[in-house]
């Protein structure tokens, strides 16, 4: 299965069985290509990286070193997810780097979007780098590249996986589910025994809530939407939404709006949720989330997290709007 057209009589992988056989047909393909080499992958989590972790593991061991890069703008938990299943349970070759102040310091005072995902990729990539530097002997670099990256990599988007890697990084790469659509790669996931809430983790971009947090991204405001973000997860979770809706989040625009709490005007924030379902995120349609919820979410957001005084709901499908906002 390579070259860079999905064959429109490709059978799609819907169930345990037919990704195991992806499985198999897969890790004898890796074997193939690798040999006795030595793989990199930059294993953010998500849930792509996170399967060809998984894979690659089951079919070279050690042979693989993943680099988990915690830049500071991962959503509440996910670092120490990724150091519980892959460093802990599946016993990989992890190096875990934190580099939050790093990424933060450089991004102070900077707002324009596109500005922020040229830093935040290419501060990645040279952390990244300086954990390859310090191996020795890689010939191979894994990516979590799934097909719509393919259709969507002709320059719509600055920041995709670790696109634009530096010239010097001779890397052959090793790209198992490039021809998958994100839900075949969640049923792959599934077969390789990882973690539901993994799995079936939202989509998340590389810049991750540094293009949630709007505009220049203060530590306090980038705080409050960690734990926004958090609440609004944890409520789709507990009802039954996490499954039907495919991607959910919030964002916290750079302004204030005048509030009141404990009797006393105050200036906050205000959080934006997003819900939207898409088969290919070229358009999407705006999730008819009950109104009770909606109360109930707003209501814990702005009683439990510092600094926001308001929940707005977007209702824009894309096209008018992108998913992102920035």
């Known amino acids: 299965m390579s070259g860079n057209v999905r064959p429109e009589s490709m059978q799609r992988i819907t169930t345990l069985e037919l990704a195991n056989a992806f499985i198999d047909e897969q890790i004898k393909e890796i074997r193939a290509q690798v040999g006795d080499g030595k793989v990199l992958l930059a294993l953010s989590g998500g849930v792509d990286s996170s399967v060809v972790a998984a894979l690659l593991i089951k079919a070279i061991g050690k042979q693989l070193t993943c ?95 670790v696109g634009g890697l530096p010239e010097d990084m001779q890397f052959e790469l090793v790209e198992p589910v490039k021809l998958l659509y994100k839900d075949e790669v969640r049923v792959v996931g599934d077969a390789l025994g990882l973690p539901h809430g993994m799995v079936y983790r939202q989509p998340f971009p590389g810049p991750g809530l540094g293009v949630r947090c709007l505009g220049a991204i203060t530590r306090d405001r980038l705080h409050a939407l960690r734990e926004a973000d958090a609440i609004l997860r944890e409520e789709f979770d507990k009802n039954g939404l996490a499954g039907k809706v495919w991607q959910y989040f919030i964002a916290v625009p750079d302004m204030k709006s005048v509030g009141v709490k404990d009797g006393k005007r105050y200036e906050g924030w205000p959080a934006i949720i997003r819900a939207v379902n898409t088969m290919d995120a070229m358009t999407a349609t705006v999730e008819n989330i009950p109104f009770e919820l909606l109360q109930h979410i707003t209501e814990r957001i702005t009683h439990e997290v510092d600094g926001i005084n308001r929940v707005l709901y977007d209702l824009t499908p894309k096209p008018i709007g992108t998913i992102e906002w920035e």
């Open 67 to 161: 680099v988990h890069v915690n830049h500071g703008l991962m959503r509440k938990g996910e670092s120490e997810q990724v150091i519980e299943v892959f460093g802990k349970q599946l016993d990989a070759n992890l190096v875990y780097v934190d580099a939050t102040d790093r990424f933060l310091d450089l991004l102070a005072g900077v707002s324009e979007p596109e500005k922020k995902r040229k830093i935040i990729g290419a501060e990645f990539i040279k952390v990244f780098d300086e954990e390859a530097a310090k191996l020795n002997g890689i010939g191979f670099l894994a990516q979590g590249t799934i097909y719509p990256d393919i259709l969507e990599s002709d320059g719509v988007k600055a920041h995709h996986n």
